[in-house]
């Protein structure tokens, strides 16, 4: 799969080469490739069909990361200077777009209309998920199952996406993909969480400041749980300061702080942990092997990861 990526993303511009081989060079987690061909190992074999499909949902992930760095104006991801940092937003936009090309290009490599309409659909929910936060954020209004709608649409739609052609690329029932859908939108739900859980602590090997989400006007689950405990002596005051057009660092640090006392973070961990259990439930009926075992295995990791 990472020589299709390498393959297909190999160009005429010195340029672009210099750039993307350095990007590759620090690869990530893998988890939404991993994810399709486990999937595609779970329903027959792992083919060209299922390699081209994790190859172009591994790019389209990367294109969000580089257009995110230049949205969020991120001078680190990985441990190391994003593109924007080092050439400009401009050059990272276009990087960017380049990789969209790739993952388009290994699409129509599949063969497969269906393949091509799941990358479809999952690009227009990335894109609508991060529109309507954006669009809550200027509001400050947000419950729990709002939260949990957007991080369905920006986040969890791409795990189903590559749960589904993993099943595509080797022809399995649609029941059968369906099931399997239900466990990748649990997993994408649970890393999300996760991932927003690391704004309320400083680390520098995430390579994002603490308090980042507020700063953009995003409220994440462990605040909005606390938000929403009236038993606490500081809910109007905070609720108040939420509500705010522009949050000073003081702010955030007292909305971080409150979201702690409050068991935001213990929530999340409880949640996390639901949809664990709900996932579980969805593998229990198949006769257990090393692939269903991984699939557990990897929820398992995102909870614990570090990163």
Known sequence: MNDIITTTLSSNSELTNNIVSTYLKSKG????????????????D???KALQAAAALEMLHNASLIHDDVIDEATERRG?????NVWSNHVAVLVGDFFVTGALRCGV????????????????????GEIDQVDIAR????????????????????????AAVGGYANNAPQTSIDELRRYARLLGLCFQIKD????????????????????????????????????????????????KEVLTSEDIDRL??????????????????????E?????????????????????????????
């Open 29 to 44: 987690k893998l988890l939404r490739p991993i994810i399709t061909l486990l999937s595609a190992k779970f329903f027959g």
């Open 46 to 48: 792992i083919n060209d």
């Open 80 to 84: 190391l200077p994003t593109i924007n």
């Open 109 to 128: 490599a599949t063969g497969d209309g269906r393949i091509l309409s799941a990358l479809a659909d999952m690009g227009r929910d990335l894109s609508l």
């Open 139 to 162: 509001n400050h209004n947000i419950d729990e199952a709002t939260y949990m709608e957007i991080i369905r649409a920006k986040t969890a739609s791409l795990f189903e996406c590559c």
């Open 196 to 243: 927003d859980t690391f704004d309320y602590y400083h680390d520098p090997i995430i390579g994002k400041p603490t308090g980042n989400d507020l700063r953009e006007g995003k409220v994440t689950l462990p605040l909005i749980y606390a938000l929403g405990r009236e038993d606490m002596p500081e809910h109007d005051e905070m609720l108040a300061l939420v509500g």
């Open 256 to 277: 971080i702080d409150f979201a702690k006392r409050a068991g935001g973070i213990e929530y999340a961990y409880q949640t996390m942990e639901r949809l664990r259990d």
């Open 279 to 307: 996932a579980n439930d969805i593998l229990a009926p198949y006769s257990p092997d090393d692939t269903i075992e991984q699939f557990r295995e990897i929820f398992d990791y995102v909870i614990e990861r570090r990163l």
